[in-house]
Nanobody
Framework: QAQLVESGGGLVQPGGSLRLSCAAS????????MKWYRQQSPGAERELVARIREFGSVTNYEDSVKGRFTISRDNTNNTAYLEMNDLKPEDTAVYYC?????????????WGRGTQVTVSS
């Protein structure tokens, strides 16, 4: 069964850093676009934060995280990452990993259950 498991979330002070991991099992990520979304409150729309092409040659970021977040992937270890630096209170959210065939949409894709990131002093 295809599965994604996120880890690395937690409580951090403003200006701090976290590294999220997304471990895949039951399938190989090397033919999938990997994305990170976040949801800032229950019922809010999930926001695409970052995405990376199958072999990492192309990445894309939401404007508010450009220069602070870095998405990467290790296809050998079947894992994707989101390095988050200079965190701000507005980055507080549940972060979800996503694996799909489409660069533009999340239709027919695989979701993780999410990891909570809280930025607070």
């Amino acid at each position: 069964q295809a599965q994604l498991v996120e880890s690395g979330g937690g409580l951090v002070q403003p200006g701090g850093s976290l590294r999220l991991s997304c471990a895949a099992s039951g399938f190989a990520i090397d033919t999938y676009v990997m994305k990170w979304y976040r949801q800032q409150s229950p019922g809010a729309e999930r926001e695409l934060v970052a995405r990376i092409r199958e072999f990492g040659s192309v990445t894309n970021y939401e404007d508010s995280v450009k220069g602070r977040f870095t998405i990467s992937r290790d296809n050998t270890n079947n894992t994707a990452y989101l390095e988050m630096n200079d965190l701000k209170p507005e980055d507080t959210a549940v972060y979800y990993c996503n694996a799909g065939r489409s660069w533009r949409t999340s239709i027919d894709s695989i979701w993780g259950r999410g990891t909570q990131v809280t930025v607070s002093s």
